[in-house]
């Protein structure tokens, strides 16, 4: 039987997943209407983490990160370093393909961009570290969806249409999905934004879990079947390359 999780602590996590670079603080009103909750729960969680300097209150009602998380996140990258280890092998791959590579982990609202290689093009698509990438219309998202558990699914699948009010065609994902799992990777041809298209395959830990994935990235025009092709095999050799820094 699994051990029951600390909502007050998955929580006070997803408080900290709001923050981004382009979200600098957050608010009693911002952490309702993300995470669902009520006003008095979201004053009590923010107060919390300010208690214990994982927030710092600048003006009343709103927080930015504390010095406590500039700490631990210091703490974890000389620990954990993954995204500078894997920045040649994504500098590299992104120099054969001619395209812009990056890599994501998943935090609670999707893929997070950690380490990017941006292509030399002169007309090329390029995202920061940092940026937040939509479930259903990436490629990354998509794939991390594809090997969740069907409860994993299905909850972050509630919460997105809770927070952003967004129908799904789940016979119709779910179908994706099944087939993105047989297949090994994910494309995205132009569902998020129109011009641009994606490849991505995952990265598996020594757990057999995806921890991170890399995806080509550039414009739709470019993306015909033999460069998908090309660019899934390439992945796949980097991808099983950074599995071995992880093990």
């Known amino acids: 039987m699994a051990t029951p999780l600390n909502g007050s602590i998955v929580h006070g996590f997803e408080i900290l997943q709001l923050f981004s670079d382009a979200r600098r603080e957050v608010d009693t009103a911002l952490v309702c209407k993300k995470l669902s909750m009520n006003n008095a729960t979201a004053h009590r969680l923010l107060m919390t983490l300010e208690h214990v300097g994982a927030l710092r209150r600048i003006r009343r009602g709103v927080f930015v990160l504390g010095s406590e998380m500039e700490r ?3 703490l974890a990258e000389r620990h954990n370093p993954i995204a500078k280890i894997i920045e040649p092998d994504l500098q590299a791959l992104g120099t054969r393909l001619n395209e812009s590579v990056m890599a994501c982990r998943f935090s609670h609202h999707g893929p997070t961009c950690i380490a990017v290689a941006t292509s030399s093009r002169a007309i090329s698509v390029n995202i920061e570290v940092g940026t937040l990438l939509p479930l259903v219309r990436s490629a990354q998202g998509k794939l991390w969806l594809a090997h969740m558990t ?6 972050c699948l509630a919460t997105m249409e809770v ?3 967004t129908p799904i065609d789940r016979v119709k994902l779910d179908q994706e999905l099944k087939e993105i799992l047989a297949d090994g990777y994910a494309v995205n041809l132009g569902d998020n934004e129109p011009d641009i298209a994606a490849v991505s395959v995952p990265v598996f830990g020594h757990a057999g879990r995806v921890v991170l994935t ?10 015909d079947p033999s460069f998908v092709e090309r660019a899934r095999s390439e ?6 390359q950074v599995s071995e820094h992880l093990d």
């Open 72 to 74: 631990l996140g210091g």
């Open 150 to 155: 069907e409860a994993e699914r299905n909850k």
């Open 163 to 165: 927070s952003n009010a």
């Open 214 to 223: 890399l995806s080509v990235f550039g414009m739709l025009s470019r993306f």
């Open 235 to 240: 992945l796949g050799t980097v991808a099983a």
